[in-house]
């Protein structure tokens, strides 16, 4: 079957740095996704992994390791605004979205 | 472009009554995808179209969920009758392609509320 994993719920200080990780096991891969999605709101993009390694975007980072099924998503000077949950969504060979429970991000002062 | 419409936003309904939920994507955008999402079992895919004609409606609960897109700027998906196991938020979404690089374009959802 097809699997995502991430961990329900983080907590983390304003400021500072929080990794969100996200395991799968899917039929295939074709990329991994992830997501914001603020309370009430739908997803938005934020980025997107193909091949391994580190992709940086401002404050927001993800990596990927095909060989592991592994990928993460760093958040750095974490703002209060970055309260949400965050989506890992994998892209398997048929070119379906496999989608991640989600882990809800709750920024403390 | 004012980015992917869902009609209603919230909509509360007696049991048995049919739902109707709407849909406008993103002009240009070849692929829609309608989405349900609930507390217990997160953001599922229902069923999704590519140029209007439904590809995959493998994730469509069952035979109460009916969805069609009739031009390329309109896409419904219908519930009859509805139950109170219905009840969540229903996510419309739209992108380019389907493959590797497609970013998907979501809706602001309707709640939907099935008493």
Same mark, same amino acid.
């Given at each position: @079957?097809? $699997?995502?994993?991430?961990?329900?719920?983080?907590?983390?200080?304003? @400021?500072?740095? /929080?990794?969100? $990780?996200?395991?799968?096991?899917?039929? @295939?891969? $074709?990329?991994?996704?992830?997501?914001?999605?603020?309370?009430?709101?739908?997803?938005?993009?934020?980025?997107?992994? /193909?091949?391994? @390694?580190?992709?940086? !975007?401002?404050?927001?980072?993800?990596?990927?390791?095909?060989? !592991?099924?592994?990928?993460?998503?760093?958040?750095?000077?974490?703002?209060? !605004?970055?309260?949400?949950?965050?989506?890992?969504? /994998?892209?398997?060979? $048929?070119?379906?979205?496999?989608?991640?429970?989600?882990?809800?991000?709750?920024?403390?002062? | 472009?004012?980015?992917?419409?869902?009609?209603?936003?919230?909509?509360?309904?007696?049991?048995?009554?049919?739902?109707?939920?709407? %849909? =406008?994507?993103?002009?240009?955008?070849?692929?829609?995808?309608?989405?349900?999402?609930?507390?217990?079992?997160?953001?599922?895919?229902?069923?999704?179209?590519?140029?209007?004609?439904?590809?995959?409606?493998?994730?469509?609960?069952?035979?109460?969920?009916?969805?069609?897109?009739?031009?390329?700027?309109?896409?419904?998906? =219908?519930?009859?009758?509805?139950?109170?196991?219905?009840?969540?938020?229903?996510? %419309?979404?739209?992108?380019?392609?389907?493959?590797?690089?497609?970013?998907?374009?979501?809706?602001?959802?309707?709640?939907?509320?099935?008493?």
């Amino acid at each position: @079957g097809q $699997n995502i994993d991430q961990p329900t719920e983080m907590t983390a200080t304003e @400021g500072a740095i /929080v990794q969100i $990780n996200c395991t799968y096991q899917t039929s @295939g891969f $074709n990329g991994l996704f992830w997501y914001q999605q603020h309370a009430g709101e739908a997803p938005t993009f934020l980025s997107y992994n /193909v091949l391994d @390694g580190l992709e940086e !975007k401002g404050r927001f980072s993800s990596f990927l390791s095909r060989s !592991k099924g592994y990928s993460y998503l760093l958040l750095k000077e974490l703002q209060m !605004k970055d309260s949400a949950s965050y989506l890992c969504a /994998v892209l398997d060979s $048929n070119y379906q979205l496999i989608w991640g429970a989600g882990t809800k991000l709750i920024i403390k002062p | 472009d004012a980015g992917v419409i869902q009609s209603p936003r919230h909509e509360v309904t007696e049991m048995g009554q049919e739902v109707t939920l709407r %849909c =406008k994507p993103i002009s240009g955008h070849d692929y829609l995808f309608w989405y349900r999402q609930t507390m217990m079992r997160g953001l599922e895919l229902l069923i999704y179209f590519n140029n209007n004609v439904p590809i995959d409606d493998s994730g469509m609960p069952e035979d109460r969920f009916s969805a069609k897109m009739p031009n390329a700027s309109f896409s419904t998906l =219908k519930i009859q009758p509805s139950e109170p196991r219905d009840s969540a938020v229903y996510f %419309c979404a739209s992108s380019l392609f389907a493959d590797y690089y497609n970013e998907q374009f979501f809706g602001p959802g309707t709640r939907l509320t099935v008493l």
